[in-house]
C-alpha cells in the first residue's frame, strides 16, 4: 500500500518529532518506508528518517507492506499532518 502525503508540520521533523514517528512506526509489524524521490528509507529507523531531513509542505510517500498495513499508513499520515 502507498499513499502520496504532505508533511504539514511547522518546525518540519526535527530529533524529537522523528523519535516520535519511528515510536509510531514501530508499533506496526508491517514494513513500512518512508521516500523522497530516488531516497527511501525505513520509517523504523531514527538514523534513516532523519536522513531524509523532511519540512513543512514536502511530500512524501508512505509504502507499507503487511498485515497492517492500512492502519500503518494512517497512522504515520496523522502524525505528519499535526
Do not use: C, H, W
Not at 26 to 44: D, H, M, P, T, W
Request: no cysteine; glycine share 6%.
Amino acid at each position: 500500500m502507498r499513499k502520496n502525503v504532505t508533511v504539514e508540520m511547522e518546525e518540519g521533523l526535527e530529533a524529537r518529532p522523528i523519535a516520535l514517528l519511528v515510536q509510531t512506526a514501530n508499533q506496526f509489524s508491517s514494513k513500512i518506508y518512508l521516500e523522497i524521490g530516488e531516497k527511501r528509507v525505513n520509517a523504523k529507523s531514527i538514523m534513516g528518517v532523519m536522513s531524509l531531513a523532511l519540512l513543512n509542505g514536502e511530500n512524501v510517500v508512505l509504502d507499507a507492506e503487511g498485515e497492517d498495513e492500512a492502519e500503518a499508513i494512517t497512522a504515520l499520515e496523522a502524525f505528519l499532518k499535526k
